[in-house]
């Protein structure tokens, strides 16, 4: 008797508890068809591994009108050279990658580092793949060996080893030479 009343009142308590309501869009374009928590994929190019990505949440949305990816917890990407260590890196906390137009948009933090271990922080920076370039319309710094470059807008090839920045600000030393 007393198992049987036991068994009724779990009956009842579980069966009172309110059930949350979730809007499930009716639009197939607004649902990620694929999410990844906690993703490391590595990249080869002829069996050798020349990229890292790593990915808090990743999600796949390809039935939007214009197919992305969305990376809301941000991305951190790693070039290796040929003995395996990093040469090159760039990350941010929040990521959109475009797949048809192979475009990224990366926003909120972006860092970035290139060959020649300059560091490049913005708030936004835009990856055009097919065009192989690399750009921000906001603020940029450039930290250099030697010095630290600030400036309104920038543009660079897509391993920023040739860049301009359109509105460059700070002190910059010349060299004053003799005639």
């Known amino acids: 008797m007393a198992v049987a009343l036991a068994i009724a009142i779990c009956f009842f308590v579980s069966c009172s508890e309110k059930k949350e309501m979730v809007d499930i869009p009716s ?6 068809r694929l999410t990844a928590t906690d993703v490391i994929t590595l990249v080869s190019d002829s069996g050798i591994t020349r990229y890292r990505i790593n ?6 949305y390809d039935k939007a009108e214009d197919p992305y990816w969305d990376f809301p917890k941000g991305i951190h990407f790693d070039r290796f050279d040929p003995n395996m260590n990093v040469d090159a890196e760039i990350e941010s906390k ?5 797949t048809t137009r192979k475009f990224w948009d ?4 972006v860092h970035a580092m290139n ?8 708030d936004q920076l835009f990856w055009d793949e ?14 250099q060996q030697d010095k630290i470059i600030y400036g309104q807008g920038f543009e660079s090839n897509q391993t920023f080893t040739k860049y301009v920045i359109k509105k460059p600000e700070g002190i910059f030393p010349v060299e004053d030479k003799a005639e």
């Open 94 to 98: 929040v990521a959109v990658y475009y």
């Open 130 to 143: 097919k065009e192989e370039r690399v750009y921000s319309n906001g603020k940029i710094k450039i930290t």
């Open 106 to 109: 990366l926003r909120d933090s």
């Open 115 to 122: 060959l020649q271990g300059e560091h490049f922080e913005c």
């Open 55 to 60: 990915a808090k949440v990743w999600k796949v």
């Open 27 to 32: 639009d197939r374009s607004e649902i990620a």
